[in-house]
C-alpha cells in the first residue's frame, strides 16, 4: 500500500491542507504514520473516508453528522435503524428549510408583483416594505 503526504493526499481530492488537518483534529482522518521527517502519511483508508465525508456532505449531512455515520459505518455491528433514524432527521431538516425558502419566495414573489419597474425609488412599493416599521 503506498502512502501520500497530506499535501498530496489534499491535492487529489481537492482539499485544503487546513481542511485535512481539521478533520485529523476531529478524529474523522487518522494518518497511517509519519515519514521519517515527521511529515504525516495517509494511505487508502484516508483517501476512502475523505471521499465518505465528501459525499455526506454534498448530501447535508453535518459534520456532526459526517462523524455519526463514520462511526456507524465503522462498526459492522451497529443497527441500521440509527443510519436510517439520522437520514430521516436531515430530510426533515431540508424540508423544513424548502418550507422556509418556498414562504420567503411568495413574500419577494409578492412585493415584486406590486413594483411597476420604473419610476422613482421614492415610490418603489419594495423599498417601502422594507422600510415600514411594523415589527
Avoid at 511529515?39 to 484516508?46: I, P, Q, T
Avoid at 411568495?106 to 415584486?112: E, I, M, R, T, Y
Amino acid at each position: 500500500m503506498s502512502t501520500m503526504t497530506i499535501g498530496q493526499l489534499a491535492g487529489e481530492l481537492g482539499l485544503a491542507t487546513e481542511t485535512l488537518r481539521y478533520y485529523e483534529r476531529r478524529g474523522l482522518v487518522i494518518p497511517s504514520g509519519r515519514s521519517g521527517s515527521g511529515y504525516r502519511l495517509y494511505g487508502e483508508d484516508a483517501r476512502e473516508r475523505l471521499r465518505f465525508i465528501r459525499r455526506a456532505q454534498a448530501l447535508g449531512f453535518s459534520l456532526d453528522e459526517v462523524a455519526e455515520l463514520l462511526a456507524m459505518s465503522d462498526s459492522p455491528q451497529a443497527g441500521a435503524g440509527e443510519v436510517k433514524a439520522l437520514t430521516d432527521n436531515r430530510i426533515a431538516d431540508i424540508e423544513a428549510r424548502i418550507r422556509d425558502l418556498e414562504h420567503l419566495r411568495d413574500g419577494l414573489k409578492a412585493l415584486s408583483e406590486q413594483c411597476p419597474g420604473h419610476g422613482s425609488t421614492a415610490d418603489c412599493p419594495i423599498l417601502s416594505a422594507l422600510n415600514r416599521d411594523d415589527e
